[in-house]
């Protein structure tokens, strides 16, 4: 037999750089690890590395896709309601009688006004003599209690004034009953002293002893404790009451004390 020399060799490939156009081309086919051919370049991938998801393109650095700007929201607007000829007639109507209302008690607020300036506080009483100046007087009252001029209020205005709100506490209004018993506790504590002193000093004088002035102020205190009593027998017992809940005992306790 023939003798054999060494076996051919085979030629080496070209060495050369990691993914130079020698070894590596996009258009060359890659077999994977399972040995299926897949593309080198996929249509999703581009040079930039320009990725379609939004946690893809925050991982590379690149803003996620803006949303859609939404469109306001249109409110309904409410449309005014129809005024007719009759209804316009009708407030026109009650415009006179409205006027005349309030026209007297402007005029009724200046008189009380000048009798305060004059210091004659017994006269308030000729001059709010109808139902409707109620609201004139808690107009004054609330003035008086507000800006604490019931320092200046002596016994006989006391006296004139208990009356007053004894009827206001019978008014259908709870503005006007919770103005009453607002003053009437402001004039208990201004006097309820005066009144028990006097009535207890003057239960010791003999009857023979002459004291006009005395028996003057006597007069006047047992007035007011008068007035207090038929008041106690007045406070609503309503949810308004409540709110004076405390005046109750105190009211009672100066009644029963003198």
């Not at 007297?104 to 607020?109: A, E, F, K, S, T």
């Amino acid at each position: 037999p023939p003798a054999r020399g060494p076996p051919a060799r085979l030629p080496e490939p070209a060495r050369g750089r990691v993914g130079s156009s020698s070894e590596f081309h996009p258009s060359s086919p890659m077999v994977s690890l399972g040995g299926t051919p897949q593309s080198a370049a996929t249509p999703s991938a581009s040079p930039g590395f320009a990725c379609a998801s939004p946690s893809a393109a925050a991982a590379f650095g690149e803003p996620p896709p803006l949303a859609p700007a939404q469109a306001p929201v249109a409110t309904p607007q409410r449309r005014a309601p129809e005024v007719n000829s009759q209804q316009i007639a009708q407030l026109s109507g009650q415009h006179t009688q409205m006027m005349g209302v309030l026209q007297r008690r402007l005029d009724q607020m200046q008189r009380l006004k000048d009798l305060w300036a004059r210091g004659d506080i017994a006269s308030i009483s000729s001059i709010l003599n109808m139902p409707q100046d109620h609201a004139v007087f808690c107009d004054f009252a609330r003035a008086v209690v507000q800006q604490r001029l019931d320092s200046v209020l002596n016994l006989d205005a006391c006296l004139v004034l208990l009356p007053i709100l004894r009827d206001l506490l019978s008014s259908k209004y709870d503005d006007f009953v919770a103005t009453a018993l607002q003053f009437i506790e402001v004039l208990l504590q201004n006097f309820s002293g005066l009144i028990a002193d006097t009535r207890k000093s003057c239960s010791n004088i003999p009857e023979r002893q002459l004291d006009l002035p005395r028996e003057d102020r006597l007069r006047k205190c047992n007035a007011c404790h008068d007035h207090f009593r038929e008041i106690h027998k007045l406070l609503p017992e309503s949810q308004l009451g409540s709110r004076f809940a405390g005046f109750k005992p105190t009211l009672q306790a100066f009644l029963t004390g003198c």
